[in-house]
């Protein structure tokens, strides 16, 4: 699978701080994407709240290969992805809620790959 680019600048401030905390946490319990995903939100909190700088007005979407994660780990972030995805398109934060969705059917993707189906 190639690598994909995530615009985590266009997560809203309620979804990004949720997205955070559940990433961080998981991530702490051996899932290496949720630990990298959880970095990535924590760098955008941070800018947001003033305590990091960024250099230039825009800042570059974030590379993932999903291709580098397990199916275990794949799994339990789509779990994650889709839940929040949920979440917020319900209570009208759609933008975020696209984006979760995007990174779930990621994950999707990169297991069904490994396990070889949808392939010719």
């Known amino acids: 699978m190639k690598t994909t680019f995530l615009n985590i600048a266009l997560l809203q401030d309620q979804p990004l701080r949720f997205?955070?905390?559940?990433?961080?946490?998981?991530?702490?319990?051996?899932?290496s994407l949720l630990a990298k995903l959880?970095?990535?939100?924590?760098q955008e909190y941070l800018i947001?709240?003033?305590?990091?700088?960024?250099?230039?007005?825009?800042?570059?979407?974030?590379p993932l290969d999903f291709s580098d994660f397990s199916i275990e780990e794949l799994s339990a972030a789509r779990g994650v992805f889709w839940a929040l995805s949920r979440t917020f398109k319900?209570?009208?934060?759609?933008?975020?809620g696209r984006l979760f969705s995007k990174i779930a059917?990621?994950?999707?993707a990169s297991m069904?790959?490994?396990a070889g189906i949808g392939l010719a």
Do not use: W
């Open 19 to 31: 997205a955070y905390g559940i990433s961080v946490s998981h991530g702490k319990d051996g899932n």
């Open 112 to 114: 069904q790959a490994q």
């Open 90 to 96: 319900t209570v009208g934060h759609k933008p975020s």
């Open 48 to 62: 947001r709240q003033g305590k990091l700088a960024i250099i230039g007005k825009n800042r570059e979407p974030i």
């Open 38 to 42: 959880g970095a990535v939100f924590e």
């Open 105 to 108: 059917m990621l994950c999707h």
